[in-house]
T-cell receptor
C-alpha cells in the first residue's frame, strides 16, 4: 500500500474551477485507475490506463480528464463541467494485463476528499 | 458492460458468528472476482480473490465461493471478530478493469 500515494488528502474548490488530483506509484505497475466513491454507491470507474500515453474512459468519465505521460503518475483533473464533484476519489494501480497471472489485483492509494464550496 | 449487485447492504452479527455476503454479476466473460475490505476513513484493501477456474478458495477465516453457471459469488467470514467490522466490496471483471458492487457494511457486535 505504501507504494501508491495521493495528494492532497483534502481539497476544497469553488464552483467553476478546475482542480487536479495527484496520484503517484513506485510499484513499477503499468496499469492505473481512478475511482469515485459516494456513500451507498461503491466505487465507480472514471478513467483507466494500461500503459504510458494511453488511457480509456470508464463508466463516469464526463467532466473529468486524465493524462499518463509517465509510468509513475496518473493525475486526474476535475473540470467545471462535472456537475456534482464533491466525493472521495481513489487512485489504484495494478501490474498490468501483459504480465500474466495475478495481473488484476489493484492496490489503492489513501484517497483525496474533494469538496466543492 | 458488467453489472454487479451486492447484498445485503448492511449486516450485523454477534461476535463468533459467521457472516455471508453475496454478489451476482452479468457478464459471462468475467474471470476475476476480488473482495476488498475498507475500514472507516481508509483505503480499500484486497482480502481474497478467486478466478473463474476455481470454485472455492479459503484463507484462514475467510472463504470465497464462485458459481459461474449462476453468475454469483459469495464471501464467508467465520468466527467473526470486532476488527472484522468494515465495509466489504465485491468486484467482477477481467484483465483491463473490474466493476465493483455497492458494498456491505458489516458490524460485529461484541
Amino acid at each position: 500500500d505504501g507504494g501508491i500515494t495521493q495528494s492532497p488528502k483534502y481539497l476544497f474548490r469553488k464552483e467553476g474551477q478546475n482542480v487536479t488530483l495527484s496520484c503517484e506509484q513506485n510499484l513499477n505497475h503499468d496499469a492505473m485507475y481512478w475511482y469515485r466513491q459516494d456513500p451507498g454507491q461503491g466505487l465507480r470507474l472514471i478513467y483507466y490506463s494500461q500503459i504510458v500515453n494511453d488511457f480509456q474512459k470508464g463508466d463516469i468519465a464526463e467532466g473529468y480528464s486524465v493524462s499518463r505521460e509517465k509510468k509513475e503518475s496518473f493525475p486526474l483533473t476535475v473540470t467545471s463541467a462535472q456537475k456534482n464533484p464533491t466525493a472521495f476519489y481513489l487512485c489504484a494501480s495494478s501490474i498490468g494485463s501483459l504480465a500474466g497471472a495475478n495481473t488484476d489485483t489493484q492496490y489503492f492509494g489513501p484517497g483525496t476528499r474533494l469538496t466543492v464550496l | 458492460g458488467e453489472n454487479v449487485e451486492q447484498h445485503p447492504s448492511t449486516l450485523s452479527v454477534q461476535e463468533g458468528d459467521s457472516a455471508v455476503i453475496k454478489c451476482t454479476y452479468s457478464d459471462s466473460a468475467s474471470n476475476y472476482f476480488p473482495w476488498y475490505k475498507q475500514e472507516l476513513g481508509k483505503r480499500p484493501q484486497l482480502i481474497i480473490d478467486i478466478r473463474s477456474n476455481v470454485g472455492e478458495k479459503k484463507d484462514q477465516r475467510i472463504a470465497v465461493t464462485l458459481n459461474k453457471t449462476a453468475k454469483h459469488f459469495s464471501l464467508h467470514i467465520t468466527e467473526t471478530q470486532p476488527e472484522d467490522s468494515a465495509v466489504y466490496f465485491c468486484a467482477a471483471g477481467g484483465y483491463q478493469k473490474v466493476t465493483f458492487g455497492t458494498g456491505t457494511k458489516l458490524q460485529v457486535i461484541p
